[in-house]
């Protein structure tokens, strides 16, 4: 990357080709009382982000006949916001080897991107620009963690570069090989994938397949060198419940054999879901946010959900079950509306690898000027956490107004003592938690 003068940026804003995004809040928090710490203080808080389209350009082409040819690609130059702290990017889609200048704390991206490329016809098409990667049916949508990832086996998508032939009513054929040697065709590397069309088997069931293999044996690339993957997936709809059946099977000399599978199905008042998969291949997946262990191989989750809501009863259980293979955690929770502001919960769970069982309840209170929530919980450890808040957003318009006792998750100090360490010393921080009033403006 290079750092250029904002005179660049300053004479691009002049042009008028300007569409910009920018938002932020400034924020002042109080903690009034750190009871881990019997500490108190103020902090002010600004966050920006902000998202410039300098200029936006599509081209397209298209010819004329039976049998034509199409194209379309867009450039564009945008700017956005770094992290003030780490000088990185939120932006996903955003690397380094992007081509990109740093204006202090802002990117400056060219981005050029090919739509497509095809030849066409009645009823069909070829592609130019590339080969379809394997596709993945199959994800969890139980034990979904913070940032909404999920536990996912995937093959690992490596393709070459090549065409791709469609044909509405059939499917889409991947032909691709990036390189080749006559004499010596084990050094050739290749790419074949197949994946059907949506096929209407009846009124209300649909289904649809797809088979890879990928082999490449340059050694010096890697080692990891044959691939071969299939997945398929069901779907039944009709006025009366719904069922889907996903899975995505694949085979590597690196991982070996590896699969995942996910069942779906809705009758009311229930939901039904399970997922079974193995070694995950999500890194963005990130355990400590359950009870799931991070080296764990095989993985079983199940969800059951009744709303007797379509019955005039204001109530909702849901039983989930993590890790079933290996360490057990089940979990129900029973959720009633005792009227049009008031809701509460129990819950109860217990984990039959460590036999530690654990109870909870809590309630949420909302009005036309304020929302009030708290929660408790207790298990076998003797370890007792509880959270409170109360928020309003109309008490001061255009203002987030909130008090709050958050992190209070050891209140009976049954942190253990090592027998090492110095007398009357915890081995971890007290986990009494902080009471912090904030005001929060957005724009």
Same mark, same amino acid.
């Given at each position: 990357?290079?750092?250029? &003068?904002?005179?660049? /940026?300053?004479?691009?804003?002049?042009?008028?080709?300007?569409f910009?995004g920018?938002?932020g809040? *400034?924020?002042l928090?109080?903690?009034?009382?750190?009871?881990?710490?019997s500490?108190?203080?103020m902090?002010?808080?600004?966050e920006?982000?902000? @998202? $410039?389209?300098?200029?936006?350009? +599509?081209?397209?082409?298209?010819? @004329?006949?039976d049998?034509?040819?199409?194209?379309?690609?867009t450039?564009?130059?945008?700017?956005?916001?770094?992290?003030?702290? +780490?000088?990185?990017?939120?932006?996903?889609?955003y690397?380094?080897s992007d081509?990109?200048?740093?204006?202090?704390?802002?990117?400056?991206?060219?981005?050029?991107?090919?739509?497509? *490329?095809? $030849?066409?016809?009645?009823g069909w098409?070829?592609s130019?620009?590339?080969?379809?990667?394997p596709?993945?049916?199959?994800?969890?949508?139980i034990?979904?963690d913070?940032?909404?990832?999920?536990y996912?086996?995937?093959?690992?998508?490596?393709?070459?570069?090549?065409?791709?032939?469609?044909?509405?009513?059939?499917?889409?054929?991947?032909?691709?090989?990036?390189?080749?040697?006559?004499?010596?065709?084990?050094?050739?590397?290749?790419?074949?994938?197949y994946? !059907?069309?949506s096929?209407?088997?009846?009124?209300? /069931?649909? *289904?649809?397949?797809?088979? =890879?293999?990928?082999?490449?044996?340059?050694?010096? @690339?890697t080692?990891?060198?044959f691939e071969?993957?299939?997945?398929?997936?069901?779907?039944?709809?009709? *006025?009366?419940?719904?069922?889907s059946?996903?899975?995505?099977?694949?085979?590597?000399?690196?991982?070996?054999f590896?699969?995942?599978?996910? /069942?779906?199905?809705?009758?009311?008042?229930?939901t039904?879901?399970?997922?079974?998969?193995?070694?995950?291949?999500?890194?963005d997946?990130?355990?400590?946010?359950?009870?799931?262990? +991070?080296?764990?191989?095989?993985?079983?989750?199940?969800?059951?959900?009744?709303?007797?809501?379509?019955?005039?009863?204001?109530?909702t259980v +849901?039983?989930?079950g993590l890790d079933?293979?290996?360490?057990q955690d089940l979990?129900?929770?029973?959720?009633?509306?005792v009227?049009?502001?008031l809701?509460?919960?129990? &819950?109860?769970?217990?984990v039959?690898? !460590?036999?530690?069982?654990?109870l909870?309840? %809590?309630?949420?209170?909302t009005?036309?000027v304020?929302?009030?929530?708290?929660?408790?919980?207790?298990?076998?450890?003797?370890m007792l956490?509880a959270?409170?808040s109360?928020e309003?957003?109309?008490?001061?318009?255009?203002?987030?107004?909130?008090?709050a006792?958050?992190?209070?998750d050891?209140? /009976?100090?049954? !942190?253990?003592?090592s027998?090492?360490a110095?007398? %009357? !010393?915890p081995q971890?921080?007290l986990?009494? %938690?902080?009471?912090?009033? =904030?005001?929060?403006? @957005?724009?």
């Open positions: 990357m290079k750092k250029v &003068s904002t005179l660049l /940026l300053t004479g691009l804003l002049g042009t008028g080709m300007v910009a920018f938002s809040t *400034a924020s928090e109080n903690t009034l009382v750190d009871l881990d710490n500490t108190f203080g902090k002010n808080n600004t920006w982000d902000a @998202e $410039i389209e300098l200029y936006s350009t +599509t081209a397209e082409a298209v010819g @004329e006949g049998v034509y040819a199409e194209i379309s690609a450039f564009s130059l945008t700017t956005s916001a770094l992290d003030e702290e +780490t000088g990185s990017s939120d932006d996903a889609g690397n380094e081509n990109a200048l740093v204006l202090e704390d802002v990117k400056l991206i060219a981005d050029f991107d090919l739509k497509y *490329a095809n $030849i066409v016809g009645d098409k070829l130019i620009s590339g080969v379809n990667g596709v993945d049916y199959a994800a969890d949508t034990a979904l913070d940032d909404d990832d999920a996912n086996y995937s093959v690992n998508g490596r393709t070459t570069a090549g065409l791709a032939v469609t044909v509405d009513e059939l499917g889409t054929l991947s032909l691709g090989y990036e390189k080749g040697d006559f004499k010596a065709l084990k050094d050739s590397d290749g790419y074949v994938s994946e !059907t069309a096929l209407a088997l009846s009124e209300n /069931l649909t *289904a649809q397949a797809s088979a =890879s293999v990928y082999l490449n044996n340059d050694a010096l @690339e080692d990891n060198n071969v993957a299939g997945s398929a997936k069901v779907d039944y709809v009709s *006025a009366d419940y719904s069922a059946v996903a899975a995505d099977l694949g085979y590597d000399l690196e991982n070996k590896g699969m995942d599978a996910l /069942l779906s199905v809705a009758v009311a008042p229930l039904i879901d399970a997922y079974y998969g193995t070694v995950n291949t999500n890194d997946y990130d355990f400590d946010d359950t009870a799931l262990t +991070t080296d764990v191989e095989k993985l079983l989750n199940a969800k059951i959900v009744a709303d007797l809501n379509d019955f005039d009863v204001p109530l +849901t039983f989930t079933l293979v290996n360490i979990d129900v929770k029973a959720e009633l509306a009227n049009e502001a809701s509460a919960y129990v &819950s109860g769970g217990y039959l690898d !460590t036999a530690v069982w654990s909870g309840t %809590g309630a949420t209170y009005t036309d304020y929302t009030a929530a708290a929660d408790v919980s207790y298990n076998k450890n003797k956490a959270s409170a109360i309003s957003t109309t008490l001061v318009d255009g203002a987030t107004l909130k008090l006792w958050a992190d209070g050891d209140l /009976l100090h049954t !942190t253990v003592y027998s090492t110095v007398a %009357g !010393t971890a921080d986990d009494l %938690g902080s009471v912090t009033a =904030s005001c929060t403006i @957005e724009f």
